[in-house]
């Protein structure tokens, strides 16, 4: 068939080539509707979809049975298109480090090891084996399931401690022994395995070979060595780790992980990955200059992705310097939306996908090394932060409106960062002296001692005798429960267990406080303070529904005073018990 023809030139096999003209004429089905009608064996059909996955030609719906989408060939073919020209530029970057390397490599007759060539399949296993068996220290190994099979029994009954790792490629059918090799050896999966199967002994002999052809090479030259050895840190860098692989193979989910990448160029990069795999909506808060940077490096990636019907929201602080990138944006499909003085960059992707980033120098550059970004798939922190930035979505400003704001000249409300202490609490007693209704308080275990401490507690009580409602969430402990039966004399406190959120306190509607946990783990003190409707509106949703939640203090007291009781009861009766045991006689 011609077609089949054809997608075999863009690099497809002639069994994806199959199942892609298969299920495009299909819309969607299962993979045993898929292998009837493509004629692929029933047995190889998913890691047949599995690969036109990962190059962007199929989509995948993790249900009960699983259920897969034939990808719009032109969509298809763009990402292709950008998958290879970031490999020929990886392969550009390799080469010219090799390029730099090999220019230093120099001849010596007393340092250039040894160099042998093998022709022979069955010698190349042998040599291989005698290799791996002279190994004292470390292994590291690229290579497919076939020729690790050959090579287990070495492994599985070695006595030595050695570090092994290795670089396979782990599909449908090869998980099972992929976990086995996962107990006496570091695993990751790499989807292009390179042509050249790789053994490096020790950090100190190499073995490069071909099985197929057959043809290896065996060197302890110390160049060629660290020459292979830099390559193969560069397949280790870039490879999945296995654990992460077989949970997607598994259940169609990536296994719950956090990441930390450091520097403003190495996170973008990544973010050109992590859009191209959002499948239904992205959500966005950035800084101004952050719009610029989004139109600048990935507007062409967002066109994409919105051209395949995702819903993209991006919220900044629009001005007279970034509204022509904000529109801009907006003739791609992404939704623009205006908040004040936004402090960092936060995205949610489809529910699955949160990425934080914590911007040292807003420029418009990509060079930015401080910068360092958050990435994580934990369902619960996404959770949290997506019903927040929709919260945040809904009381934003319209393009529209902000576009009239700049023209007519209207004020914007307030966002500021505070750092050091004296003046957090200077501002949140001075802040607090104004409440005129309400003083809403979410914090920690040490709130309340705190609270006495540095006055904040006098002006609040000063404020309940003029008749401000005071409400309290606090974790209650035997530690400071009876600073807590104090505070519950003038205001109403609920008990929580833990908040993503760890410190807020919200006056009036109008006025918020927002301090996190890692000031702590940092040492530094700091504080967002924010007048901002939407970012209040925000905020006090989320201390209503933690508010609801919570237990009240009375009933956590209670708790906490019965098991005071029941412990000194068992201290009774055990107390009781000794004294009986040494008044009785043993005969």
């Known amino acids: 068939m011609v077609l089949t023809e054809e997608l075999e030139k863009l690099g497809l096999s002639s069994s994806e080539s199959k199942a892609y003209i298969a299920l495009t004429s299909m819309k969607e089905g ?77 001849y010596d007759r007393q340092e250039v090891g040894e160099f042998t060539v093998y022709k022979s399949k069955k010698i190349i296993y042998k040599k291989l084996a005698e290799l791996l068996q002279s190994a004292h220290e470390s292994i590291a190994l690229c290579l497919e399931m076939p020729e690790m099979r050959r090579v287990r029994f070495l492994f599985r009954d070695s006595g030595k401690k050695l570090n092994v790792g290795i670089i396979t490629k782990i599909e449908t059918g090869t998980r099972s022994e992929a976990k086995e090799w996962m107990g006496f050896a570091d695993l990751k999966h790499i989807e292009n395995m390179p042509p050249a199967k790789i053994a490096v002994i020790d950090g100190k002999e190499v073995f490069v070979f071909q099985p197929d052809g057959p043809i290896a090479l065996h060197s302890t030259d110390k160049s060629f060595v660290s020459l292979i050895q830099n390559f193969t840190n560069i397949l280790w860098n870039s490879s999945l780790p296995a654990e992460e692989r077989i949970a997607w193979l598994e259940t169609g989910k990536p ?71 904000a529109e801009d944006l907006t003739q791609i499909g992404v939704e623009i939306r205006h908040i004040e003085k936004p ?21 418009t ?10 990435l994580t798939n934990q369902r619960s922190a996404t959770t949290t932060f997506r019903f927040i930035l929709e919260k945040m979505w809904e009381q934003a400003k319209s393009l529209e409106e902000r576009v009239h704001e700049i023209e007519t000249g209207k ?42 401490k540095f006055g904040t507690l006098d002006t609040d009580m000063d404020r309940a005798r003029d008749g401000v409602k005071l409400r309290y969430i606090y974790p209650i402990t035997k530690s400071n429960m009876e600073f807590v039966k104090h505070i519950m004399e003038f205001a109403e406190v609920r008990h929580i267990e833990s908040s993503p959120i760890r410190r807020v306190r919200i006056i009036d509607n109008k006025f918020c406080l927002l301090r996190q946990v ?70």
């Open 343 to 363: 402090k960092a960059v936060l995205s949610c992707h489809d529910n699955s996908c949160l990425l934080l980033i914590q911007i040292e120098d807003d420029s």
């Open 518 to 587: 890692e000031e702590e783990l940092l040492n530094e003190k700091f504080c967002i303070f924010s007048q901002a409707k939407d970012f209040v509106s925000a905020m006090k949703m989320f201390y209503e529904k933690m508010w609801a939640s919570a237990m009240p203090a009375e009933e956590r007291i209670k708790q906490l005073e019965g098991e005071e009781a029941e412990i000194e009861e068992a201290k009774r009766i055990i107390s009781q018990y000794r004294e009986k045991s040494v008044e009785e006689p043993f005969f």
């Open 411 to 452: 004020p914007v409300e307030e966002v500021k960062f505070i750092r050091d202490e004296k003046p957090i609490y200077e501002i949140t007693k001075e802040l607090s002296s104004k409440a005129e209704k309400e003083i809403c308080n979410l914090s920690t275990e040490w709130s309340p001692e705190r609270a006495i």
């Open 30 to 106: 299962r993979a045993s509707e898929i292998a009837r009608v493509s004629k692929i064996p029933r047995n190889k059909i998913y890691a047949v979809l599995e690969s036109l996955h990962m190059k962007g030609f199929v989509e995948i719906f993790p249900e009960k049975v699983m259920r897969f989408r034939a990808v719009p060939f032109d969509s298809a073919f763009l990402l292709l298109l950008e998958s290879t020209e970031r490999r020929v530029d990886e392969l550009k970057k390799i080469g010219e480090k090799l390029a730099n390397q090999l220019k230093h490599v120099r």
């Open 255 to 325: 296994i719950e992980e956090m990441k930390l990448i450091h520097g403003r160029e190495n996170f973008y990069r990544m973010l050109h990955d992590i859009y191209r795999s959002t499948k239904k909506d992205v959500i966005v808060i950035t800084t101004a200059n952050g719009i610029i940077r989004i139109q600048k490096y990935l507007k062409e990636t967002l066109h994409d992705v919105s051209s395949r019907g995702a819903r993209i929201r991006c919220m900044s602080m629009i001005n007279k310097s970034n509204l022509g990138a």
């Open 365 to 374: 550059t990509l060079d930015s090394p401080e910068d360092t970004a958050v």
